[in-house]
């Protein structure tokens, strides 16, 4: 990042050798108890884009979340540049929620940085489903083609839920969705069926592909267990 050189003890190196153009340079260095922060590295632009490279490679290759999440920190910090954010509130309670946020969104930024975005509000998923519509015509299996209508129907779940938790009737809002054609989507703000990146809407495709791969295990685990304990929604309970 700045086109220094690393010195560490393990590698036999001591203060005594370093030299001032080991350095390298930056716009800014800072750093406190708890951090260390670089603003405008000086270093090899070739350089830093071929150990981006092959940091991406191996965060494709690592199936570890932890490592993952690691791997996903550190290529966002080599591509970004940096903030600070002083996040206040009138109790203690409160900072922790916005500081938790704060996290939260500079992960989803990191992701973002890393692998892209796609159209939000669950446009992204309804996308999937024309893929999957054909593999259910060519699935001959009764439990395939089961499974293929029910993979098909949860895609469209996240977006049912953000309409109604808007207070909108979700069924006629798909409707329209549908109508208006590929990367379409509703936009609550307004109420209208609009053009998702058109209007600045967006989904971070991590946190998208993640969403999805957590939801298939956790569908793969009830499958092969005798008993699920769920709690039952409100409009779906019935009378004894």
């Not at 490279?53 to 570890?64: S, T, V, Y």
């Not at 600045?200 to 946190?207: E, H, N, P, T």
């Amino acid at each position: 990042l700045t086109g220094g050189r690393l010195c560490t003890q393990a590698a036999g190196g001591t203060l005594n050798e370093v030299k001032l153009q080991d350095l390298g340079r930056a716009r800014r260095a800072w750093a406190d108890l708890d951090h260390f922060g670089i603003v405008g590295g000086k270093g090899s632009p070739r350089l830093l884009r071929q150990h981006i490279a092959r940091l991406r490679a191996g965060f494709k290759q690592i199936q570890d979340p932890e490592a993952r999440k690691k791997l996903r920190e550190r290529i966002g910090k080599l591509l970004g540049g940096s903030a600070v954010l002083w996040v206040g509130g009138a109790t203690e309670v409160e900072i922790k929620e916005r500081k938790e946020r704060a996290e939260r969104t500079a992960e989803a930024l990191r992701g973002a940085m890393m692998e892209g975005v796609l159209p939000g509000g669950g446009v992204a998923l309804l996308a999937c489903r024309p893929a999957l519509q054909r593999m259910l015509e060519r699935a001959t299996d009764p439990d395939e083609r089961t499974a293929y209508r029910i993979l098909i129907r949860a895609l469209e779940e996240p977006t049912r839920t953000i309409l109604a938790n808007a207070g909108y009737d979700a069924s006629e809002i798909m409707a329209e969705i549908r109508q208006a054609g590929p990367g379409h989507g509703f936009d609550v703000r307004s109420g209208q069926v609009v053009d998702m990146v058109q209007a600045g809407i967006f989904d971070v495709a991590a946190a998208q592909k993640e969403a999805v791969r957590s939801a298939i295990a956790s569908a793969a685990l009830a499958l092969t267990i005798d008993v699920v304990v769920h709690r039952q929604r409100r409009s779906q309970a019935t009378t004894p």
